[in-house]
Each structure stands twice: as C-alpha cells, then as structure tokens.
C-alpha cells in the first residue's frame, strides 16, 4: 500500500499489507488471523515469512530500478520474545544487499507499552544499525509523553479513528495538537485511513512542516 508526501502527493513509500485468502471461503481479515496467530505461536514464523517476503520484493525492486522507497512492516511483540530477532532481520538486509534504512518496523502503542521489556533493547539495536522504527494506531492504547520520548522511533503513524472524522473541527483540534507533539519530538507523522479527497485535505490543512506524510487509501 502505497503512501504519499501529504503537500506534493509525491511517494514516498509502501507498507507491506498481508491478505489471506482461505480456500473456501474467501479473503480472512487480519483482525482475524493474526490474533488467531499469536494465541497459538505460530506468529513468529508467520512473521518471518512476512519479512523475508517484503526484503526480497525490495531487493527486486532495488536490482530493477536502482532507487527503492522503503517498506514498512508490522512486526508483532510476540516476535521480540526472542532475543535473536534483531540479528536474524540485519542479517536478512545484509544478505539481500540491502541499506537498513529501506525497512521501517511498525509496533502498535499498546504492544510497546505492554511488552516494553522486550522491545525496547532490540528496537535500539535495528535502529543503531539505521532500521526506521514507528509507533503504529497512535491513539489507540496508552502511550505517554514518557513513552514517546524514550522509544528509538523516527514515526508515528495516527490511527484512522482520528482521522475518519475529518473535517469536523474537533477531530481537527485532536489531530493539530497531535502532530505539534510529534514534530516537537522530531518524529514523522503518517495519517492513516485517507480515503477521501476531503479528508486529504483536511489532514494537510494541519501539518505544520511539509514534513507531514498522508497514507492514501486508493
């Protein structure tokens, strides 16, 4: 899925999305497979697959066209139980030739303040070695200004429950000072769930820095 620089529409990146398609009975949304997932172990592989499927599709891309946008990935918290994950995705990126920063790690807020232990260290190994890291359906969970300042992300990407209502002006007020805190912080702002030209157009009117990224549902 593609995503665009909100005041040039330019692109300025994807983020790997994963369908299933069931046999049977047609496409399963995530929201149904990947708790079913976690609850029986089998995220970590799944995970993995996910990982080696996109660095391959961005090494592709990098042999075909020379200059690649990165890819974001959602990685699971229950990926990060295993110390080894880290070193297994550099190793991965290196084998493929590929510079760190063409993969962007995605962790939900209420993953990261729940499993904080654990992610944390190796957050800062991938990002030490120039993996852009982000903090996903900012909003949603229970992130504070603490958390924010501590995690070693350089994104946050608002979930599309703020974004929805635009633009009515108090989901305009929410996402303002929403992004004021996260360029205060130095952090990109991704605004997810743009289907509309009118919500577009709303989530530019409140970016302060062209910094400011909208992911565009098209």
């Known amino acids: 899925q593609p995503k ?19 046999p049977g009975r047609g496409r399963v949304s995530p929201g149904e497979f990947v708790p079913a997932a976690e609850r029986t172990g089998q995220i970590k592989a799944l995970g993995e697959l996910i990982l080696d499927i996109a660095t391959e599709q961005l090494r592709e891309w990098r042999s075909r066209f020379g200059s690649v946008v990165p890819v974001a990935v959602n990685v699971s918290p229950l990926q990060f139980e295993d110390a080894g994950f880290a070193a297994r995705l550099l190793a991965l990126l290196h084998a ?20 904080l232990g654990r992610v944390l260290p190796q957050l800062q190994r991938l990002r030490a070695e120039g993996v852009l890291c982000a903090l996903d359906d900012f909003g949603t969970g229970q992130s504070s200004l603490t ?59 409140e970016e302060h820095t062209s910094e400011l990224q909208s992911r565009l549902h098209l």
């Open 147 to 205: 958390l924010l300042r501590n995690l070693p992300i350089s994104m946050m990407k608002l979930d599309r429950s703020m974004i929805e209502p635009l633009p009515d002006a108090d989901a305009s007020a929410v996402v303002k000072a929403t992004c004021a805190l996260g360029q205060s912080l130095k952090l990109e702002i991704v605004a997810e769930g743009i289907e509309t030209e009118v919500q577009a157009l709303a989530a530019r009117s």
């Open 4 to 22: 665009f620089l909100a005041g040039s529409r330019q692109l300025c990146g994807f983020e790997a999305l994963v369908r299933w398609e069931r």
């Open 96 to 115: 493929r030739h590929l510079p760190c920063e063409l993969l962007q790690i995605e962790i939900t807020e209420t993953a990261a303040v729940g499993h």
